[in-house]
């Protein structure tokens, strides 16, 4: 029962870089969701998506892109990285939006230095 | 502007007592609430909901309580256990009005004391 699965769990970035975090799910969710939280403070959303080929932007989009080709997969991309993009990311799921909850990945912890 | 405030940060309780963990929102249009668990190095698991349609939901040792009037909810876990300790986060959605968007509070550190 692997549920949503990020990887990777950890990665150090210098100013500038990119990179991708990746995230699957294996329940056939047709919702998902990035969602980044910063230490002392809540989960904020970055960006989610409804189903293949569909995403929007959430609270705190900028400086992130992501693309949503199959169901099963949402990665999320930083293109130049910049230390305040040094948070904990989760990517989530869900079956619905309308009172349901959302499964979590154990997270990634990003740090730009 | 914090739609969903936990003014606790932190929470400390004895063993086989009851631990209340407090929230309040102010988003009037937020219809489902949510807690979540979570353990350092793990992601959040999702605990309890309740809908804005009822004033209590219970399972198990857990029970979340909601006065939408005063827009405050509590989960109240009893009696508390050491494998309760964790960050509690609680968490709402507006989705009858189309949003996907959960916001979360801040979290509450519960340390349960054998």
């Known amino acids: 029962n692997a549920g949503v699965t990020q990887t990777p769990k950890f990665r150090i970035l210098k100013i500038g870089q990119s990179m991708t975090l990746q995230c699957t799910q294996d329940?056939?969710?047709?919702?998902m969701y990035w969602y980044r939280q910063d230490p002392g403070m809540g989960l904020k959303l970055i960006y989610y998506s409804v189903g293949a080929g569909i995403t929007d932007k959430g609270e705190v989009p900028n400086g992130y892109n992501v693309s949503r080709s199959t169901t099963e997969d949402f990665p999320l991309r930083l293109e130049l990285a910049a230390p305040s993009q040094t948070s904990v990311y989760f990517c989530?799921?869900?079956?619905?939006?309308?009172?349901?909850?959302?499964?979590f990945g154990q997270g990634t912890r990003l740090t730009v230095v | 502007d914090q739609q969903v405030k936990q003014n606790s940060p932190s929470l400390s309780v004895q063993e086989g007592r009851i631990s209340i963990l407090n929230c309040d929102y102010t988003n009037s249009m937020f219809d489902y609430f949510l807690w979540y668990k979570k353990y350092p190095a793990e992601g959040p698991t999702f605990l309890i909901s309740i809908s804005s349609i009822k004033d209590k939901n219970e399972d198990g040792r857990f029970t979340v309580f909601l006065n939408k009037s005063a827009k405050h909810l509590s989960l109240h876990i009893v009696p508390s256990q050491p494998g309760d300790s964790a960050v509690y986060f609680c968490a709402a959605s507006a989705a009858g009005a189309g949003s996907y968007q959960l916001t979360f509070g801040k979290g509450t550190k519960l340390s349960v004391i054998p």
């Open positions: 329940m056939n969710h047709n919702y």
């Open positions: 989530a799921s869900s079956y619905s939006t309308v009172n349901t909850e959302a499964f």
